[in-house]
């Protein structure tokens, strides 16, 4: 504190009574000391404030001089640092230097030895050129072309072995797998006939199933669709019709009705409702017959029932049923060899003819039938075009679909598996010839049907029809057959023209 300042406050200042000052042993009232008293407090306050001022200020600077003498340390330890780094960067960059002047000489030489390549290449090129007489674009061309070649008959003689190899061994095997697969699949031939013959032991019944006045007879074939032949056979009522389910129902009705003896119009219409449920019995076991043979479980039920009608179904006097037994099979065996889908090929194979069941409904060919059923049941549409391709009139999409053919024509082709009379053979076949002729006429040199009506050969005169004009007349040959002829499977037709020039050397 300043002794000035204190003696003002103690003696010069009127406003101020007292003055307050802090010792070690209170607090004093100071206006009764005296002034020299005072000035000797003063002055001690101040020494010792002097001496603590001192004392601090003296700590301070020994800690100032350590701190200044740390950052001394510090700053010499980090230059002897620097000067290590740089002499480590000065060593480096000579290093660097070096290199960068080694690789400059390099630079130099590989440019030189360039150079001299490019030179001896061009003085190679022209001599070269001069040897073979050919020049780069020439040689370069030649040397293409050869190669080339070369390729081209590297691969065809490898095509060519591995075609000699391929036919050596296909037809060896393709007849071995359908060898095999008829072998596993041989059958017994029941042909189907379109009458029935109920034996009757004595010539009484004949009257009761005539009737009065031919009553019951007409009422059971009008019940039936079937004609009943009483004639003069003496143990034997004959039913003839062309539809064997409703041949098959008439047969078990009137056994029933014979077995009875109660024969009126009545009982014939009772007896044929029996027939009619019993045969429904029996169309759904013989269609499940077919799908277990086809692996088919989960098969529609109408479906099922619609397969199931095969059995009353003929072709050429074979049993549809019998014939799509044998099909599945053949199927089988020929996709099991060929790698093919099993499972598909006997469905479609259980499938393909099921549509000559509806042929008197539906004025279509009975494969495209088979078709439109598989759609409307929603199968797979791999699986559709199987079923109505095994005519080959609509392309095959699938190797199965093939199979399938094959199957079919296998089952419908082997000795003994069909039948036709000679007359209806004859008639068919003349009726395509001439179906050729009446298109035809005067342009037609020979027309020949082979392969029992599945083929025409149709030779027209060369001065007659042009090569333009022939599709056209096997188009025209084709609708003719088709509008006018009866026939199974398919006729293809081959519209051929021959140009021949003949001179007699004398």
Same mark, same amino acid.
């Given at each position: 504190?300043?002794?000035?300042?204190?003696?003002?406050?103690?003696?010069?200042?009127?406003?101020?009574?007292?003055?307050?000052?802090?010792?070690?042993?209170?607090?004093?009232?100071?206006?009764?000391?005296?002034?020299?008293?005072?000035?000797?407090?003063?002055?001690?306050?101040?020494?010792?404030?002097?001496?603590?001022?001192?004392?601090?200020?003296?700590?301070?600077?020994?800690?100032?001089?350590?701190?200044?003498?740390?950052?001394?340390?510090?700053?010499?330890?980090?230059?002897?640092?620097?000067?290590?780094?740089?002499?480590?960067?000065?060593?480096? %960059?000579?290093?660097?230097?070096?290199?960068?002047?080694?690789?400059?000489?390099?630079?130099?030489?590989?440019?030189?030895?360039?150079?001299?390549?490019?030179?001896?290449?061009?003085?190679?090129?022209?001599?070269?050129?001069?040897?073979?007489?050919?020049?780069?674009?020439?040689?370069?061309?030649?040397?293409?072309?050869?190669?080339?070649?070369?390729?081209?008959?590297?691969?065809?003689?490898?095509?060519?072995?591995?075609?000699?190899?391929?036919?050596?061994?296909?037809?060896?095997?393709?007849?071995?797998?359908?060898?095999?697969?008829?072998?596993?699949?041989?059958?017994?031939?029941?042909?189907?006939?379109?009458?029935?013959?109920?034996?009757? +032991?004595?010539?009484?019944?004949?009257?009761?199933?005539?009737?009065?006045?031919?009553?019951?007879?007409?009422?059971?074939?009008?019940?039936?669709?079937?004609?009943?032949?009483?004639?003069? %056979?003496?143990?034997?009522?004959?039913?003839?019709?062309?539809?064997?389910?409703?041949?098959?129902?008439?047969?078990?009705?009137?056994?029933?009705?014979?077995?009875?003896?109660?024969?009126?119009?009545?009982?014939?219409?009772?007896?044929?409702?029996?027939?009619?449920?019993?045969?429904?019995?029996?169309?759904?076991?013989?269609?499940?017959?077919?799908?277990?043979?086809?692996?088919?479980?989960?098969?529609?039920?109408?479906?099922?029932?619609?397969?199931?009608?095969?059995? @009353?179904?003929?072709?050429?006097?074979?049993?549809?049923?019998?014939?799509?037994?044998?099909?599945?099979?053949?199927?089988?065996?020929?996709?099991?060899?060929?790698?093919?889908?099993?499972?598909?090929?006997?469905?479609?194979?259980?499938?393909?003819?099921?549509?000559?069941?509806?042929?008197?409904?539906?004025?279509?060919?009975?494969?495209?039938?088979?078709?439109?059923?598989?759609?409307? @049941?929603?199968? +797979?549409?791999?699986?559709?075009?199987?079923?109505?391709?095994?005519?080959?009139?609509?392309?095959?999409?699938?190797?199965?679909?093939?199979?399938?053919?094959?199957?079919?024509?296998? %089952?419908?082709?082997?000795?003994?598996?069909?039948?036709?009379? @000679?007359?209806? @053979?004859?008639?068919?076949?003349?009726?395509?010839?001439?179906?050729?002729?009446?298109?035809?006429?005067?342009?037609?040199?020979?027309?020949?049907?082979?392969?029992?009506?599945?083929?025409?050969?149709?030779?027209?005169?060369? %001065?007659?029809?042009?090569?333009?004009?022939?599709?056209?007349?096997?188009?025209?040959?084709?609708?003719?057959?088709?509008?006018?002829?009866?026939?199974?499977?398919?006729?293809?037709?081959?519209?051929?023209?021959?140009?021949?020039?003949?001179?007699?050397?004398?």
């Amino acid at each position: 504190m300043n002794i000035g300042l204190i003696l003002a406050v103690a003696g010069g200042s009127a406003f101020l009574t007292f003055i307050v000052l802090k010792f070690g042993l209170g607090w004093v009232n100071i206006k009764n000391i005296p002034q020299d008293r005072i000035e000797k407090i003063a002055k001690d306050i101040l020494k010792k404030r002097f001496s603590d001022a001192e004392e601090e200020i003296e700590e301070m600077r020994e800690r100032e001089d350590k701190r200044i003498k740390q950052i001394r340390k510090e700053n010499t330890e980090h230059e002897e640092i620097l000067i290590e780094r740089e002499k480590k960067l000065n060593k480096r %960059s000579k290093l660097l230097d070096d290199k960068s002047e080694e690789l400059e000489e390099r630079e130099k030489s590989l440019k030189s030895f360039a150079q001299r390549l490019e030179k001896d290449k061009g003085r190679l090129e022209t001599e070269l050129e001069r040897i073979s007489g050919l020049t780069k674009t020439e040689a370069r061309e030649k040397l293409m072309k050869e190669v080339d070649e070369d390729l081209v008959n590297y691969k065809a003689k490898k095509i060519r072995e591995a075609e000699k190899k391929a036919e050596e061994v296909a037809e060896d095997k393709a007849q071995h797998i359908l060898v095999e697969s008829m072998q596993r699949i041989a059958t017994d031939y029941v042909g189907d006939n379109t009458t029935a013959t109920i034996k009757i +032991d004595d010539d009484k019944v004949k009257g009761r199933v005539i009737g009065k006045e031919g009553r019951n007879i007409r009422a059971f074939e009008k019940l039936t669709g079937v004609d009943v032949i009483v004639d003069e %056979s003496p143990d034997a009522i004959a039913l003839s019709s062309f539809d064997p389910l409703r041949r098959e129902i008439a047969y078990v009705a009137l056994s029933k009705l014979i077995k009875d003896g109660r024969i009126h119009p009545g009982s014939i219409e009772e007896a044929v409702r029996k027939a009619k449920n019993e045969i429904s019995t029996e169309i759904k076991k013989n269609g499940q017959i077919l799908a277990d043979e086809a692996g088919w479980p989960g098969i529609d039920m109408n479906l099922l029932k619609l397969v199931g009608k095969l059995k @009353y179904r003929t072709s050429y006097g074979q049993s549809l049923m019998t014939h799509t037994i044998e099909v599945i099979r053949i199927g089988a065996v020929l996709a099991a060899e060929l790698g093919a889908d099993v499972d598909l090929v006997k469905k479609a194979c259980l499938l393909h003819d099921v549509g000559k069941v509806l042929t008197h409904k539906i004025d279509s060919p009975h494969h495209h039938i088979s078709g439109q059923i598989a759609r409307k @049941y929603l199968l +797979d549409d791999k699986l559709v075009n199987a079923i109505e391709a095994h005519h080959l009139d609509i392309e095959p999409q699938s190797v199965e679909a093939v199979i399938v053919y094959i199957a079919d024509a296998i %089952s419908g082709s082997r000795p003994g598996a069909r039948k036709d009379s @000679y007359e209806q @053979y004859i008639q068919r076949i003349e009726g395509i010839e001439n179906a050729a002729k009446d298109i035809g006429g005067d342009k037609l040199d020979e027309v020949f049907a082979i392969r029992a009506g599945r083929e025409l050969r149709v030779i027209v005169k060369p %001065s007659h029809v042009s090569d333009g004009e022939m599709t056209v007349l096997a188009k025209d040959i084709v609708e003719k057959i088709e509008q006018t002829q009866s026939y199974p499977g398919n006729v293809e037709v081959t519209v051929i023209r021959e140009t021949r020039a003949t001179k007699t050397a004398k």
